[in-house]
């Protein structure tokens, strides 16, 4: 199974790039970080943010390109592909970059009070229910 699920901070507007009449993809960089801590011993260690390359094709470019800016908060579902290229000096690159399925956008600021965008270019995943709603009380 290739999944990936990731909740960060978009670094910048999306890159928007059209191909085939009206289809489109975008390019987000997206902030993901591990809260600092201190060890036991008073060894503090600092925050460490990693940063991710994710591609959204079809429809869900499309709610990028509107909907989607710098600093908004994301929570995506995608899997990982890797690629390399040879650039036009000749050096090797390598790429690892999220082709992003489902995307969920959490920042409360985008649409100023309407309901916020969520879009699933996959098949419909399973329903999930919050704790005690269409859910049986389990034994264990």
Same mark, same amino acid.
């Given at each position: 199974?290739?999944?990936?699920?990731?909740?960060?901070?978009?670094?910048?507007?999306?890159?928007?790039?059209? #191909?085939?009449?009206?289809?489109?993809?975008?390019?987000?960089?997206?902030?993901?970080?591990? +809260?600092? =801590?201190?060890? %036991?011993? /008073?060894?503090?260690?600092?925050?460490?943010?990693?940063?991710?390359?994710?591609?959204?094709?079809?429809?869900?470019?499309?709610?990028?390109?509107? #909907?989607?800016?710098?600093?908004?908060?994301?929570?995506?579902?995608?899997?990982?592909?890797? +690629?390399? =290229?040879?650039? %036009?000096? /000749?050096?090797?690159?390598?790429?690892?970059?999220?082709?992003?399925?489902?995307?969920?956008?959490?920042?409360?600021?985008?649409?100023?009070?309407?309901?916020?965008?969520?879009?699933?270019?996959?098949?419909?995943?399973?329903?999930?229910?919050?704790?005690?709603?269409?859910?049986?009380?389990?034994?264990?």
């Amino acid at each position: 199974m290739n999944k990936v699920m990731l909740i960060g901070n978009v670094g910048k507007d999306p890159d928007i790039h059209y #191909y085939d009449a009206d289809q489109s993809v975008a390019q987000v960089s997206l902030a993901t970080t591990e +809260r600092g =801590y201190t060890l %036991q011993n /008073g060894t503090k260690v600092p925050d460490h943010t990693d940063w991710h390359n994710l591609v959204f094709y079809r429809g869900l470019a499309k709610v990028v390109e509107k #909907y989607v800016h710098k600093g908004e908060k994301l929570y995506i579902e995608g899997r990982l592909r890797y +690629r390399n =290229y040879n650039d %036009q000096q /000749g050096r090797h690159h390598n790429v690892t970059e999220i082709i992003v399925d489902n995307m969920e956008m959490l920042s409360g600021s985008v649409l100023s009070g309407q309901d916020q965008p969520k879009h699933e270019e996959s098949s419909p995943s399973a329903i999930t229910h919050p704790k005690g709603e269409g859910q049986e009380e389990l034994p264990f």
